[in-house]
């Protein structure tokens, strides 16, 4: 039964969905992969975190496990900001974008789940590919706050890259965040 695992331990990722195991697999019998992922769980050579969410071992990326629970998907918001020095605010929960809004706690990290049009959201401009993963680059994640909440302060917008925000800008179609980043690019 082991057949099958090792191309799991192979991977980059470490985390697979249900439909990942079985391309990784070249599977389409549904019953066999769901009796390969069961003996795999039971026998304690992958983690089942969720439904149709497994992972290799406890050392799991939670970045990547954030952008497979729901998709599409991103990391932005304030856990970009807060890495990038944009806001100091401290925040253990980790912020995605995606098309529906939801907050959901996974192996005790909580999960917030902001909805983003989907024509933002399926655009890539100023969103950076890790391997596994998007997320978002701190233009971007600047402009996605604001897009969704105008009045946000932000604590150090002199990291940001001024020609990078109005680039990724017109992704928005939207004249009041256009309109609020002009104010922002005045002071």
């Known amino acids: 039964m082991n057949n099958g695992l090792i191309e799991v ?3 980059k990722n ?3 969905t249900f439909k990942e195991l ?3 697999w070249k599977e389409t019998d549904i019953n066999l992969i769901k009796r390969k992922v069961n003996y795999y769980v039971k ?3 992958i983690i089942r975190l969720r439904k149709g969410i497994y992972v290799k071992d406890k050392n799991y990326d939670k970045f990547e496990l954030a952008t497979k629970i729901y998709t599409p ?3 932005s918001f304030e856990t970009v900001l807060s890495q ?3 806001i100091f605010q401290y925040y253990s929960q980790i912020f995605v ?3 529906l809004t939801r907050e959901i706690e996974v192996d005790g990290q909580k999960y917030c789940y902001r909805k983003i049009k989907d024509s933002i959201l399926t655009n890539n401009i100023g969103l950076e590919y890790k ?3 998007w997320i978002a680059t701190k233009e971007r994640a600047f402009l996605d706050t604001l897009y969704l909440n105008k009045n946000y302060y932000f604590d150090n917008i002199s990291l940001l890259d001024k020609e990078k925000i109005f680039e990724i800008l017109p992704i928005y179609k939207s004249k009041s965040l256009e309109k609020k980043i002009k104010e922002i690019y005045e002071l």
Request: net charge positive; charged share 10%.
């Open 73 to 75: 998907s991103y990391i």
């Open 131 to 133: 391997g596994t993963y």
């Open 9 to 11: 331990f192979k991977s």
């Open 14 to 16: 470490t985390v697979f």
């Open 97 to 99: 974008a995606s098309y």
């Open 22 to 24: 079985s391309l990784l």
């Open 84 to 86: 990038a020095g944009v």
């Open 43 to 45: 026998t304690k050579k």
